[in-house]
């Protein structure tokens, strides 16, 4: 089965509430990025990640940044009033759209706001950003190149695109995988570590920066895992439980599709050409 942009948005527009339940009311839902192997704190981990992406895009307070597949908007929320920049959030689902705005509405003195749309067609004129961001969201695009030639057409020159996303090391991928791993969250499938800088090249973009992060990528899924378990102990509502049992099986499952090779995660920072 092929995934549509519409299989995508229902998904997580339905799926918010079980997602809120499980990681916080906050809407924390990246892969994170972990101080060590011992290192057993997601929310920490998770913040790290975003703050790794806002120091490798080099946003600073004059930056106007474009947040692409936001969620519930914690990327912007959390760093436009700590540096100061101006900054848009999009995103598929009207639901963590939704989320994302009446989260915004109890801050005061932040220039940021919130929009519905999907990467392969902006709703912005050419040349509006300095900076596109994007954590783990693009891999769910179903036309990439597309999305990469939106990201390059919203850039002004010289502009950067920093983001963590998600990756198809292998071509070909296990049953067990495709179930547990891709068709959980309606995902087709993805580029490899260098195939998606040689699909950012062909959109015409400068690579600044590449990390392979697959081990992080694990010890996410790994404490995920604990937390899932303990927290169905003590969840009442059935169908929450039900989903972060599924859940649990899942995480032990991702561990066996990231030794095989099957999923992956990449940092990567690119650059329009001034
Ligand atoms: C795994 S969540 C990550 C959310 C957020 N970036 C974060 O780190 O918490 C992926 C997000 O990508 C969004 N998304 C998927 N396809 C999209 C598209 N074509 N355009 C815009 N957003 C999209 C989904 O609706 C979802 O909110």
């Known amino acids: 089965m092929t995934y549509t942009e519409t299989d995508v948005r229902e998904f997580f527009d339905q799926t918010l509430e079980a997602y809120l339940a499980f990681w916080d009311s906050d809407g924390v839902l990246h892969t994170g ?3 060590d192997e011992a290192d057993d704190d997601y929310h920490g981990a998770s913040d790290r990640t975003t703050e790794i992406v806002a120091a490798d895009a080099g946003l600073d307070r004059d930056s106007s940044v474009l947040d692409v597949g936001c969620g519930c908007g914690n990327f912007l929320m959390g760093l436009a009033g700590q540096i100061g920049f101006r900054g848009v959030g999009l995103d598929l689902s009207e639901e963590r759209i939704k989320f994302a705005r009446e989260k915004l509405g109890g801050r005061t003195g932040l220039d940021i706001r919130f929009d519905v749309g999907s990467a392969t067609g902006m709703p912005y004129p050419a040349g509006e950003f300095s900076h596109v961001v994007s954590q783990d969201a693009l891999f769910l695009v179903p036309d990439k190149p597309k999305t990469h030639t939106e990201i390059f057409r919203v850039l002004r020159p010289g502009g950067v695109f920093a983001f963590s996303d998600f990756l198809q090391p292998k071509s070909e991928i296990s049953e067990r995988s495709r179930k547990h ?9 993805g580029y490899s570590f260098l195939g998606y800088q040689t699909a950012l090249v062909e959109a015409g973009f400068e690579i600044v920066l590449a990390r392979n992060v697959a081990n992080h990528l694990g010890q ?14 003590t969840t009442k509502d059935t169908a929450v439980r039900e989903w972060m049992k599924a859940f649990a099986v899942s995480c032990q499952e991702i561990q066996y599709a990231i030794a095989d090779g099957e999923f992956g995660w990449g940092i990567f920072v690119a650059r329009k050409p001034a």
């Open 33 to 35: 990025y972990f101080v």
């Open 181 to 189: 791993v891709y068709d959980r969250v309606r995902w087709n499938g």
């Open 220 to 233: 996410t899924y790994r404490v995920l895992r604990g937390m899932a378990l303990e927290n169905a102990e």
